[in-house]
């Protein structure tokens, strides 16, 4: 075996000499960097005022209607809330139509009037709901709740948009039936546990598919969670139906549940798909 050859002068090695990794930044790169972080800082800032100052501003909106409420004497018939989508004004199906009509009473043009002078001027979108009681209606020209809860719903802003100059590009409308009761039932929590089992189907077959060995042994797995999924939708059905009739056991309850509902959102925010 060859002896190993001593090191070189010109070995790689460095002996008793500082190592240098990398450059260090300019100056000005420091200076930039801190304008930057505050830059980010001060739009969190803004964008957490602009939110705080829009809950304000719907829950000033809120307050004065409450005094519009009780002067005109309407609290029987407007209910107001505020809830996650934003700033909520229920009116009475007694408040604005005859039973199983659409056309708006005149007195309620008025009143309708007079909330939109409240949100007109904000930025915030407003969405039209139209919902009825669980009696069922069928005439030519509604032939089921959805069309009566809809018809409404686009009546009312066809007049904000038509006759008080509304922005149309700020509103929609949309109709639910009987399938979204202001009534509450504890059958809510029971659907959502339907709903959650639902999701979950597929995850209760994954070592199944993994085995599918073909394509047809692939197809049957997904047919069986279908077929399971669907087992559970209907079962869901029964609940939801339960849960509906809970919500309008009296008439009462019933006159509650017809209603149309303004909902003013918040800004950024979505008023679309309302969960039971």
Request: glycine fraction near 4%; proline fraction near 5%.
């Amino acid at each position: 075996m060859s002896p190993i050859a001593p090191y070189e002068e010109n070995d790689l090695t460095v002996e008793n000499e500082d190592i240098e990794i990398g450059k260090g930044s300019p100056p000005w790169m420091t200076t930039y960097s801190d304008l930057v972080t505050q830059l980010l800082i001060f739009f969190v800032m803004m964008f957490a005022l602009a939110a705080t100052l829009n809950e304000l501003q719907l829950r000033e909106i809120k307050r004065r209607l409450e005094v519009y409420s009780e002067r005109s004497n309407l609290e029987h018939v407007i209910n107001l809330e505020i809830n996650p989508k934003g700033l909520v004004i229920s009116l009475s199906e007694k408040l604005m139509f005859d039973s199983g009509a659409a056309e708006i009473y005149p007195e309620a043009k008025t009143i309708l009037s007079d909330i939109s002078g409240e949100i007109i001027d904000i930025p915030n979108d407003v969405r039209i709901e139209g919902h009825t009681d669980s009696v069922p209606i069928a005439t030519d020209e509604f032939p089921s709740n959805w069309e009566l809860s809809t018809s409404r719903a686009t009546t009312i802003a066809r007049y904000l948009i038509e006759d008080l100059s509304f922005p149309p590009g700020r509103i929609s409308a949309g109709g639910y039936s009987k399938y979204h009761p202001a009534v509450e039932t504890d059958y809510i929590d029971e659907i959502n546990k339907y709903r959650q089992k639902i999701r979950d189907v597929p995850s209760e077959y994954s070592e199944k598919l993994r085995r599918a060995a073909t394509e047809e042994e692939e197809a049957e797995v997904h047919m069986e969670i279908r077929e399971k999924q669907i087992e559970l939708q209907m079962e869901m059905q029964d609940v939801f139906d339960k849960h509906i009739a809970a919500a309008n056991l009296t008439e009462r309850e019933r006159a509650f549940n017809r209603r149309v509902d303004l909902i003013v959102s918040r800004l950024g925010s979505s008023v679309e798909g309302r969960e039971d």
